[in-house]
């Protein structure tokens, strides 16, 4: 692991300049997204497109966010891709997670740079990702679809909304524990780095591997 | 497109309440399309063009005296001609003409996301308010005839309005005005009925079409368009007019337990997760003992 490792301040870079980039161009696209998708999807949520700047401005562009959306989870499936992977302490992870719904974090198996929940997370929004992708260009140029192919439409007007309401319930997960509950996790995706106690507490694995190699360099 | 003199009984994307739904008796009307009396003169397409402003487009030649395969977004009336071989007529020559059906379950307006976009009158007649539009195209995807058209230009939908400027002022449609052989009838929906079954009858009692039948899908509720047709066994074969017409069952599943699931869902979720912050907090990390294993406690 090239990228993380310990700062001349003490401190632990969690997150390269790439991949704090990387993360907000999907976080501030899928925010846009979210917002005139919720507009569209109900009528009592319809003026959040009048504030945005009128529903036809919103149409318009909620594919082209979609196409920003797409770029930056391919881009980070490049990045981080190898590292989702599943591995074998996994089901273990999870067979702790009341410990770690109740903060018991000493009671959880040591995690590696991503724990199963965020891997978890990774692989929801790669996959709803692609559902939204592939039926978001069928409702994008619906007038074009024949109408012998319109089993087309009729599957995207489902799968649109499915996948969106998968992907935000990881959203508000992620965003609660990135903001409210995990402290000092906001900061490794704006400045970049973590407290070695934070790296310590909730990547024991990570953590441990880069002290190892930061010693096997010396 | 005016809503000025006619009552509103629904409206696309409307959180809420209809204003003044149902203060007013209406009729509901209907056109009556007898399919058995057209001759193909296009007269009505004429019409259409003219009522509505709409100017004539370059035609597409296809083999057939058909203007165009589809309607289009500027000319939303088209007669669907089609060579049909029946053992007891022959070769037939069938001529429908196709436009908006104006369901009473109309597909468009249950799919619509934009507020007025789509609006059914209490006298049936479903129409596009194009200031409203927002040209998402979902009207496409709810509409089991293939009617709704987008236009690049607008970058909105449009469709027959059957002439709701005309109607809301006691007239006929453009279309059955210009009607030379009396096979387009405009009337109530009732009138219109007892014609067609009167009409049908006489096809099978006089004509010998035992099949001849209405045309008035109950998939969508009935339409306020109807026809009288030769066959009301296959309707296919009038230009693919479908046999059993319905909203398509993943947009009504979109629209209602889908809708509900997920509003609960996401509510559901914000209420969790605040809860879980009363009851157990943030994770805090105790800096004050970075060398100590296991982090701190919180």
């Known amino acids: 692991m090239r990228e993380t490792q310990l700062l001349p301040n003490g401190r632990v870079l969690r997150y390269n300049f790439r991949e704090r980039l990387v993360h907000w161009l999907a976080g501030l696209s899928y925010l846009y997204l979210l917002l005139t998708g919720l507009a569209f999807w109900s009528p009592w949520l319809f003026w959040i497109a009048v504030v945005l700047g009128g529903a036809t401005i919103a149409r318009e562009l909620h594919p082209w966010a979609g196409v920003i959306f797409t770029i930056a989870v391919l881009w980070m499936y490049r990045l981080w891709g190898a590292q989702m992977r599943a591995a074998k302490g996994d089901k273990a992870w999870w067979n702790s997670i009341p410990h770690y719904i109740q903060n018991e974090d000493e009671e959880m198996p040591s995690a590696d740079r991503f724990n199963p929940g965020q891997k978890l997370l990774f692989w929801g929004f790669y996959w709803c990702g692609i559902a939204l992708l592939l039926s978001g260009v069928v409702l994008w140029f619906t007038e074009y679809v024949p109408w012998n192919l319109r089993f087309l439409r009729y599957i995207s007007v489902i799968v649109h909304p499915v996948a969106a309401l998968l992907t935000i319930g990881l959203f508000m997960i992620h965003v609660y524990m990135g903001t409210a509950a995990e402290r000092g996790a906001f900061g490794s995706v704006i400045r970049g780095d973590v ?24 | 497109m005016s809503q000025a003199t006619l009552e509103i009984r629904r409206i696309s994307g409307h959180a809420g309440s209809v204003p003044g739904a149902g203060v007013k008796r209406e009729f509901e009307v209907c056109k009556l399309i007898d399919t058995t009396t057209c001759i193909g003169c296009k007269a009505c397409e004429v019409a259409c063009l003219e009522w509505n402003g709409l100017s004539f487009t370059e035609t597409t030649f296809q083999n057939s ?9 500027n000319y939303w009336n088209l007669i669907k001609f089609n060579e049909h071989e029946t053992d007891d007529h022959g070769l037939m020559l069938l001529m429908r003409k196709d436009q908006c059906m104006h369901c009473e379950e109309p597909g468009c307006l249950v799919a619509c996301p934009a507020d007025g976009a789509i609006v059914q009158y209490a006298n049936g007649i479903v129409d596009f308010q194009q200031e409203h539009c927002i040209g998402c195209g979902y009207c496409v995807s709810g509409c089991p005839f293939n009617i709704p058209k987008f236009s690049p230009q607008a970058r909105k939908v449009f469709k027959c309005t059957l002439c709701v400027d005309r109607v809301s002022q006691g007239l006929e449609p453009a279309c059955i005005k210009s009607c030379p052989t009396g096979c387009l009838h405009f009337g109530t929906k009732d009138d219109m009925k007892d014609l067609a079954e009167q009409r049908a009858k006489q096809l099978r009692d006089v004509s010998g079409f035992k099949d001849a039948g209405v045309y008035d899908p109950q998939g969508v509720g009935g339409t306020h368009v109807m026809y009288v047709l030769h066959d009301a066994k296959n309707p296919q074969a009038y230009g693919g007019l479908p046999a059993n017409p319905t909203i398509p069952w993943t947009v009504k599943l979109w629209k209602a337990p889908l809708k509900w699931l997920g509003n609960f869902a996401i509510l559901g979720g914000i209420v969790g997760l605040f809860v879980h912050y009363l009851r157990y907090g943030p994770k805090i990390v105790d800096e004050g003992d970075s060398s100590s294993r296991g982090g701190g406690k919180s």
């Open chain 1, 195 to 218: 407290s070695p106690a934070w790296a310590k507490k909730h990547h024991r694995m990570w953590y441990e591997q880069i002290v190892k190699g930061a010693s096997a360099r010396k």
């Open chain 2, 65 to 73: 005296y058909q203007t165009m395969p589809d309607a289009a977004w």
